[in-house]
């Protein structure tokens, strides 16, 4: 429990990492990709990079607590910059891969950031004419060197210049600084992804993600046994305050590695590759995994498809507290099966996978359990650094449940049924916007807008979120995202959107699934073409049957009576979806509002 105590004492982030660094020196601390093979940097080489750049950050004319934009894929560079920001006195603002120019120049705008960090050209594409527009960034830091452009108003640099230097002196100098450090100091300002419109910039301290990574610490080390070499991959983007917090900082925390995944196409390879025992997911990824897994498994034919229907009764029991000895028998036998072949997938070392960002349906959660691995909701907010609870067996794993809250975290729940926090964890405020952090923090509770209630063993239970709460023509409160979940989870139904405010009843927008429409388009001599299907009776009568299956299982209230097809799927090019891969309601409805309106005519 000594890795926990320390980080409770550290006064910084970069205390805490430089504190980690002198403990593992030459052991394997980051790693990546390159020429086909996973390659490695100690702590010890990252330690003095961080150095060497804060030093030279600082010979550019940076002071404390000055600004400095980071825009970059998730890779080794990523954390050294972060935490050479921070150790130069600055303040790090991380910024989504997926930005337009647009939102970079709201972020470049309102942050005021003196300095940015690109990784290569792609990135500057849509970077440098916000830059230009801009006009208060007056460094451009390129981490693959960037090509000669005629933009002006700003001083280039390639990050192998920054990176020269005297590494002991550069040490000396940046201990000299750290040890002034408080844990109040805003450690960063992390812009929200802008679920309900435009982002804004929270005040992260460096005592609000060191009280996240305590926490968090505590679940993985009493728990699940972590220790010293555990292996983290990172796959969402570090622009994210979860993988912010819990895939950098949590494994900084208790010393562990940390390999960055190549991308969503390459992710399945790189989990048996790089054999994690630590995953930081969104519940959209489970549930494509999920699909992928009971996909192959129906495929094998009739033994797996058995053990597979078998290990999800056993689940389901378990799930709901009537786990009986006569399942006993079966388990043994899944364990022996079925379920080392799931874990293979995996990597065959997972301790733990971490579900947050987005509700989690139960049911995604109960088949990773019955397939034999261990998955643990969690529940949080960008604002409270951004983990307020997280499921843990020592409490009991409930998955219709975000279990307990960390350690160092008050929950009280308001009148109105909103989830109230309060602790170190929570954000300063958002920056340059008073009349939004008074409203969010008062006397020293955030309010979440999320409503929900604890359960008899002190467990979170989220229903939905306040702002996105429907309530119809007669007043009913109706929680969209359980009914979407639902729907997601049909084979026919990729994504999902419901809508009824103010209405007299539910209806849905609705993604056809490409996987399923192929093969019904196959089956029923069809050419494949999303839109021409959508016009077809037939293949919209496959989806309402999707429709029709949910139906059963809602109250009269929550059951969708029309629907209407989406003209193309949501995504983060098309800005109806965040970067975690949650939908954007307001803009979404901007678009279909007509479509919307036309299922309530007649």
């Not at 093979?37 to 607590?65: F, P, Y």
């Not at 094998?300 to 389901?316: F, H, K, S, T, W």
């Not at 494949?528 to 959508?534: G, K, R, V, W, Y």
């Amino acid at each position: 429990m000594a890795q926990l105590a320390e980080i409770e004492t550290a006064n910084s982030l970069v205390e805490l990492f430089f504190r980690r660094a002198e403990e593992r020196a030459d052991s394997p601390f980051l790693g990546r990709k390159q020429d086909g093979k996973w390659q490695t940097e100690s702590w010890a080489e990252v330690a003095a990079k961080v150095s060497i750049l804060a030093e030279n950050l600082r010979g550019l004319g940076l002071e404390d607590g000055d600004r400095v934009m980071l825009v970059s894929e998730n890779r080794p560079e990523w954390c050294i910059a972060d935490l050479a920001i921070m150790a130069a006195g600055c303040v790090t603002v991380p910024a989504y891969t997926t930005n337009t120019t647009h939102d970079h120049e709201h972020i470049l705008d309102n942050s005021g950031a003196r300095a940015v960090i690109v990784s290569g050209d792609k990135l500057a594409k849509p970077l440098l004419p916000a830059m230009l527009q801009s006009g208060v960034a007056e460094h451009l830091i390129a981490i693959d060197g960037q090509k000669q452009s005629q933009a002006s108003g700003f001083r280039g640099h390639d990050w192998s210049d920054l990176l020269t230097g005297d590494a002991e002196a550069a040490r000396k100098a940046v201990d000299a600084r750290v040890a002034t450090m408080k844990r109040e100091d805003t450690a960063c300002i992390i812009y929200t992804s802008g679920t309900g419109g435009a982002p804004r910039g929270v005040l992260q301290h460096h005592g609000a993600i060191l009280c996240n990574v305590a926490g968090a610490a505590e679940v993985l080390i009493e728990d699940f046994g972590l220790d010293d070499g555990d292996r983290f991959l990172s796959f969402l983007p570090l622009s994210h305050a979860y993988e912010h917090s819990g895939g950098q900082f949590l494994p900084i925390g208790v010393a562990a590695e940390i390999f960055y995944s190549e991308g969503l196409e390459k992710l399945a390879s790189n989990i048996e590759e790089v054999r994690p025992t630590v995953m930081v997911v969104v519940p959209r990824l489970f549930e494509v995994l999920r699909t992928r897994i009971i996909k192959q498994i129906e495929k094998q034919g009739r033994v797996p498809n058995y053990l597979m229907a078998r290990a999800l009764e056993i689940g389901a029991r378990k799930a709901a507290g009537h786990g009986r000895m006569l399942d006993k028998p079966m388990d043994i036998i899944l364990e022996k099966s079925l379920r080392p072949k799931i874990r293979k997938k995996f990597g065959g070392r997972l301790k733990a996978m971490v579900s947050g960002g987005a509700p989690l349906n139960p049911e995604v959660g109960i088949f990773f359990d019955a397939m034999g691995l261990i998955m643990l909701q969690g529940y949080g907010q960008t604002e409270a650094g951004p983990v307020i609870s997280c499921n843990r067996p020592s409490a009991g794993i409930r998955m219709d449940t975000v279990g307990p809250p960390l350690k160092g975290v008050e929950i009280k729940i308001a009148e109105d049924g909103e989830i109230l926090c309060r602790g170190e964890l929570v954000m300063q405020g958002y920056w340059q916007n008073n009349a939004e952090t008074k409203r969010t923090l008062v006397d020293g509770w955030l309010h979440t807008g999320d409503i929900g209630h604890l359960d008899d063993k002190g467990r979170i239970v989220i229903t939905d979120r306040k702002k996105d709460m429907i309530v119809n023509d007669k007043g009913d409160n109706v929680a969209p995202q359980k009914i979407e979940g639902m729907l997601t989870l049909q084979n026919e139904i990729a994504q999902a959107m419901v809508a009824g405010d103010k209405r007299p009843y539910l209806v849905g927008l609705i993604v056809p699934d490409a996987e399923w429409a192929l093969e019904w388009a196959q089956k029923n001599g069809e050419k494949f073409d999303m839109a021409a299907l959508q016009d077809l009776p037939a293949f919209k009568s496959a989806v309402r049957a999707a429709l029709d299956r949910v139906n059963k299982n809602v109250s009269v209230v929550e059951k969708i009576r029309q629907f209407e097809f989406a003209d193309e799927p949501f995504s983060i090019e098309n800005e109806e979806m965040t970067p975690s891969l949650k939908i954007r309601r307001h803009k979404i409805r901007e678009r279909y509002q007509p479509k919307l309106d036309g299922l309530y005519r007649g």
